[in-house]
Structure formats: structure tokens, C-alpha cells
């Protein structure tokens, strides 16, 4: 069984298999956790998404989907590069957000890694309430079969915080 566990912190000093990217879909850095990772990653990590962009991605990465990449200077062995959906108060896109999750885990077992830490992914610019972002993640990552033995959580401030703590105490593990 997976544990998950949640860290107020910095996701770029965690020392895990891999670290997802709240990416945006040119995969080529930008702001918030993308643009920390990019900076922190390095070079190694800019070339390999330019190479993802002139190979399988030449129109981006989309939405909902993930990919994988070396974390350069990240003190883990990879990124996971996933695109979560912009918030639309009018239009239900919690699969999308699911998904990142959901794909972000698959790719996680063909690398073979065993521990993630995950951003809470859509809740920054792309305007996610972050309660319910918190619920997506949890639920997902608990409905997802997988070979990760850790899922790590990590969020910024006190608020995220609080939102993740009450996302798993209303999701007890199984």
C-alpha cells in the first residue's frame, strides 16, 4: 500500500525518486513550481524538454497528461512533467486534474521509482480552489494502483497545508 504523507516545504530539496512539475504545456519553464524546478534542475533538465518539444511534443504536452525527464541538479532522479487544467467556475474538469495524478503515478512505475513528491497541482496561477484541489489529489493518488511506496505531498504555506491535512484525515487510508 502506498503511504502518503505531507511536507510544508520546498518540493526542489526533496530527496525523492521523483519530483512532479506543475508544468505548463511547452514543458520550458514558467512560473510557480515550474519555473522553481527549471531553475534548481539546471540545463540538463531545460535540454531534455526541449528534446521532448522537437520529438513526441511538438505542439506541447497536454493537458491532463505526463512525462518524464533527468532532474539535473534536483536532488532526486527525475521530473515528471504534468499539465494540470486552468480552473472554469462554468465547466467540470476534475478528471483533467485527476488525471495528472493518475498519469503522473503510471509514469512513476515504468520509471520504477518509489518515492514522489507531488505539488498541489492547478492551484497556483491556474486557479484551482485549493480545498478541492487538496481532495482530487488525495482521492486519485489513493485510487491509483501503483508500485510507489511513498507519495509525498509537498506544499508551501500554512494554507495548502491545512487544505491537504483535511483532504487525508476525510480520505483515511484503507
Given amino acids: 500500500m502506498t503511504r502518503l504523507t505531507l511536507v510544508r516545504g520546498d518540493i526542489t530539496e526533496q530527496a525523492v525518486d521523483a519530483v512532479v512539475n506543475a508544468a505548463n504545456s511547452s514543458l ?19 535540454a531534455a524538454c526541449r528534446a ?14 505526463a512525462v518524464a525527464t533527468p532532474a539535473g541538479n534536483l536532488p532526486a532522479r527525475w521530473v515528471i512533467h504534468t ?11 476534475s478528471e483533467l ?47 491509483t ?5 511513498e507519495v509525498r505531498f509537498v506544499v508551501f504555506d500554512e494554507r495548502a497545508h491545512r487544505a491537504f491535512e483535511s483532504a487525508l484525515a476525510e480520505a483515511p487510508e484503507e
Fill in 28 to 46: 520550458l519553464g514558467g512560473g510557480g513550481v515550474d519555473g522553481a524546478i527549471h531553475r534548481k534542475g539546471g540545463p540538463e533538465v531545460l
Fill in 52 to 65: 521532448l518539444r522537437a520529438s513526441h511534443y511538438g505542439k506541447g504536452l497536454p493537458t491532463g497528461q
Fill in 83 to 93: 499539465v494540470g487544467p486552468r480552473y472554469l467556475a462554468e465547466e467540470d474538469r
Fill in 97 to 143: 486534474l485527476a488525471s495528472c495524478y493518475r498519469r503522473s503515478l503510471e509514469v512513476a512505475d515504468e520509471l520504477g521509482a518509489r518515492t514522489v513528491a507531488f505539488p498541489a497541482v492547478s492551484t497556483g496561477i491556474y486557479g484551482w480552489p485549493l480545498d478541492d484541489g487538496a481532495r482530487v489529489a488525495v482521492r486519485t493518488v489513493r485510487a
Fill in 145 to 149: 494502483a501503483t508500485a510507489v511506496d
